[in-house]
């Protein structure tokens, strides 16, 4: 273990000694792992989903992982540049909600929030698309609530923390039926989509290919607002989209 992130210090090495800076020294590592390890995609949709793919040893070794696995490989390879990194755990939301990790790591005595998973790039049906988004690294923490809740409060990092009901819109079933999105297109070739999908960074989170059979289109779609007062107010900042309702 301790051999292999050596060897990987050295290739960083240019960077993470001699006089960098700490946000330097992390932004190396979420280069790297963000390049190198691709989402084990076979065993997240067989439901084969081990300590295997949570193991840094392993994922050194397949070049695979899942969330846990990128966030915990970017707090050993932080923690052994000198850094002081947490796994965050908690709920991630795209069009349901699910089980996800990510980091805090402290830079300057700020905590700032990296997500190296969805920084490496997505899934179309059962391929990972390598795509780096720089949008989660050191993600605020006002834009990463929108789409990541953590299991202890504090790790949300604001003043003014939201709440399970805010979140998941509902205390009893942690899902709600409604949302409001940024709709940046609406085709009806998927490979369109999908390019659509890998080119456009809203400032909101990935953008997220889903299919409606009312309209027998692909929506694209970015960011997930519980109101539609705070969705409009998003769509200002982001050219060329629309608020839409979605039911799920």
Known sequence: MKNNLIVLLI?????????SSDSIKARAIFDWITDNIEYDIEAYQNNK????????E????TKKAVCEG????????????????KVITGKSKTFGFGDH?????????VWRLVDACWGAG?????RFIKSKNLFYFFT?????????????????????????QEFFGSENTGYSPVMYTLLLAEVSDYSYAEMIAMNVVT????????YDPATKKYLVYSGQFTSEKEAIEASKTVENCSVKKLVK
């Open 203 to 210: 400032g909101y989170g990935r953008a997220v290919i889903t």
């Open 49 to 56: 989903v081990s300590w295997v793919q949570c193991d840094v």
């Open 58 to 61: 392993n994922v050194l070794k």
């Open 140 to 164: 605020p923490p006002e834009k990463l609530i929108l789409t990541h809740f953590p299991d202890f409060q504090e790790y949300q990092f604001l003043k003014n923390p939201v709440t399970r």
């Open 101 to 109: 990790a990510w980091n805090a790591v402290k830079i300057d005595s």
């Open 11 to 19: 290739v960083l090495s240019n960077i993470l000694f001699a006089q």
């Open 70 to 85: 990128y966030a915990r490989l970017f707090q050993k390879m932080a923690q052994d540049s000198g850094l002081e990194c």
């Open 122 to 126: 997505g899934y179309r049906g059962n």
